[in-house]
């Protein structure tokens, strides 16, 4: 059996490390935004080219705070529109909506899972005042073509990162310092993930990461002044730490994710299966190899039958969930064509060389 992700063999690598600094923890006998965050959001900072990175509490409430921090600033006001993928994880829309935005829902590539640039040009109103591009599955978004649709049409552009820690753009620049501000997840499936929740802020506009620096804790500048009408949200101290030990195999982690991609590019042969897109660049960390096949269920039945672990990313768009029910009269044929048929297969940097093998081997054989 080859699991889609052994996270107790990806964790082991670093247990002693762990072990250690759960009893530095202990002892130190502080335990909310202490000494660990301050070294990770330095360090992450650092890692992603910006000036600043807050801590949060997770993903989602990275990019709402981006968002309710723009609004304090008054760079974004209720109802403004926000352009984001149709075929993203529903967190980035929750995001939108419970940041009192409105969020429209942009056809995808099928190429590259990505926005369709014609039809992002296409959705942009007078209402717009920012696009939300999400590096989906590892690989960046076409930065370079948005930021010059930003740039004409006066946009702020919120990178969702949290599938991308460590992709880079072919002059070097990290996610996460490609936008106005970007928004990171480190649950513990992410290619950097902590052993709870967890997420960040990176930026480089000083205005607003002091906003957020305050939003995340009650709104607070110093203990118990109350500027703003802040949230709960900061990063656990103990994860911080965690997150301290892995950052620095991040770089090396992914490299190994690629030769993988590559192995499987090269090497998976079959009409029947459509593989991801890959230029060979460092713009794709490959947090998920994610191919495509048209009879999926049938398809699904063959690795189970072989061993070989897999999951949906994800088996239904934004517009046809129950939550989001005022988009159900909407079309998107790429994006409902993509949830249709994608499946996750595994890649991971403990798979063993035999492990890829037989991944090849049994989607060869299909």
Do not use: W
Not at 4 to 19: G, H, I, P, S, T
Not at 26 to 37: A, R, T, W
Not at 140 to 168: N, R, T, W, Y
């Amino acid at each position: 059996m080859t699991p889609f992700l052994d996270l107790k063999a990806f964790n082991q690598r670093f247990e002693v490390e762990f072990q250690n600094s759960l009893r530095q923890f202990l002892d130190s006998g502080y335990y909310i935004l202490g000494n660990q965050v301050k070294l990770f959001e330095a360090n992450f900072a650092r890692y992603c080219g910006a000036a600043h990175c807050i801590g949060v509490g997770n993903g989602l409430d990275a990019l709402r705070l981006i968002l309710e921090g723009y609004k304090i600033l008054g760079r974004l006001n209720e109802n403004d529109e926000v352009l984001v993928a149709s075929n993203t994880y529903i967190a980035t829309i929750l995001a939108i909506k419970q940041a009192g935005l409105k969020p429209v829902l942009v056809e995808a590539d099928l190429k590259n899972y990505n926005f369709d640039l014609e039809a992002l040009k296409n959705s942009i109103s007078q209402k717009t005042k920012a696009i939300m591009p999400v590096h989906l599955y590892g690989q960046l978004s076409p930065m370079e073509e948005i930021l010059q649709i930003s740039k004409e049409k006066k946009l702020l552009v919120i990178e969702d990162a949290a599938q991308a820690h460590g992709a880079k753009n072919k002059i070097g620049k990290y996610a996460g310092n490609l936008g106005d501000a970007a928004g990171f997840s480190f649950y513990p499936t992410k290619n950097l993930g902590a052993l709870g929740d967890g997420g960040a802020v990176t930026t480089n506009d000083d205005a607003l990461a002091e906003v957020i620096s305050k939003l995340r804790n009650y709104g607070t500048s110093t203990k118990y002044v109350n500027e703003l009408l802040g949230f709960n949200s900061r990063l656990d101290e103990l994860q911080a730490a965690f997150l301290n030990i892995k950052l620095p195999t991040l770089d090396a982690d992914n490299e190994i994710r690629r030769e993988i991609a590559k192995k499987y590019i090269s090497k998976i042969k079959n009409d029947k299966i459509a593989l991801p897109y890959y230029d060979g660049s460092k713009n794709h960390v490959f947090h998920l190899f994610v191919i495509r096949v048209e009879n999926r269920n049938r398809f699904i039945d063959h690795l189970d039958r072989n061993g070989i672990g897999h999951l949906i990313h994800y088996p239904i768009p934004p517009h046809k969930q129950q939550a989001l029910s005022e988009f159900s009269h909407l079309s998107f044929p790429n994006a409902e064509k993509i949830h249709n048929e994608i499946i996750s297969i595994p890649i991971s940097p403990v798979m063993t060389e035999q492990e890829v093998d037989g991944v090849i081997s049994v989607l060869n054989s299909y």
